[in-house]
């Protein structure tokens, strides 16, 4: 039985029309992260984050997965039904993953169509905008939040993914600039467990000499050219 862990990051869904952080127009460049993704600028500025998240959340309504999300999808549907596990970890708050296919999905960093509620902690499937103070349905609170991980706050399912990445044979990442932890130091926690490491990645990561390999394209074309290859 083999065991593969796969983590993605915003570079996997650009050529869906999704922008990543750090890239030349990327979300970060017209945005001070202190301003859109603290937890202070939250309570400083609620209006501002909320019309942020509310125009990511509505831009999904316009984008589809592309060719490396299917593959990823295809990957976990043959190898899952002959008994291999297959996880994807992605740090994205879209859902491009689960509308290509995808059932074994961790979001880290939380989903867009996701709300939190700040008084009682529940979270509730949301599609439309959470900057009018709509009500908690569970407890009628009107504190909801965007379900995302903000820089200081804890990222979601680590002692899941901790446990895959203790026993995985492989440790994909794709698509990530490897800027942000603890999602950056899952290469070396892996390796040091016995996985082979592979970066499928446009250029070289920041950490792209912690993989035994490296590719570097877009993931339109390196994805399923790589999911091909395992299948073959
Ligand atoms: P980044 O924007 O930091 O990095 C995107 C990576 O994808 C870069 O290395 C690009 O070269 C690569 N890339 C761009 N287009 C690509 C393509 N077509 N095919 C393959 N690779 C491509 O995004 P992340 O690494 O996902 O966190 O960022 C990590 C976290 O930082 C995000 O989840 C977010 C952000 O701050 C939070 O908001 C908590």
């Not at 922008?19 to 309570?43: C, I, K, S």
């Not at 446009?202 to 993931?219: D, I, N, V, Y």
């Amino acid at each position: 039985m083999t065991k593969i862990v796969i983590l993605t990051g915003a570079g996997i869904s650009a050529e869906s029309g999704v922008p990543t952080f750090r890239d030349a127009n990327g979300l970060w460049e017209g945005y001070e992260v202190d301003e859109v993704a603290t937890p202070r600028a939250f309570h400083a500025r609620p209006d501002v984050v909320h019309a942020f998240y509310d125009a990511r959340r509505a831009a999904l309504e316009g984008v589809e997965p592309n060719p490396a999300h299917a593959a990823l999808a295809r990957l976990e549907r043959t190898l899952v039904d002959a008994g291999h596990h297959v996880l994807v970890v992605t740090q994205n708050v879209d859902d491009l993953h689960e509308r290509a296919g995808s059932s074994r999905v961790l979001h880290m960093h939380g989903q867009l169509r996701s709300a939190l509620c700040a008084a009682c902690g529940e979270r509730t499937p949301w599609t439309s905008a959470l900057a009018h103070g709509p009500k908690c349905p569970v407890c009628g609170a009107p504190e909801l939040r965007p379900d995302v991980v903000w820089f200081g706050e804890m990222p979601y399912e680590m002692d899941r993914i901790f446990a895959a990445l203790d026993e995985a044979d492989l440790f994909v990442s794709i698509g990530t600039s490897g800027a942000v932890y603890p999602a950056a130091g899952f290469v070396q926690y892996a390796a040091a467990r016995g996985a082979r490491t592979l970066e499928l990645n446009l250029e070289p990561s920041e950490g792209t000499h912690w993989f035994h390999e490296a590719r570097h394209g877009p993931a339109g074309l390196l994805v399923p050219e790589w999911v091909d290859q395992l299948l073959s």
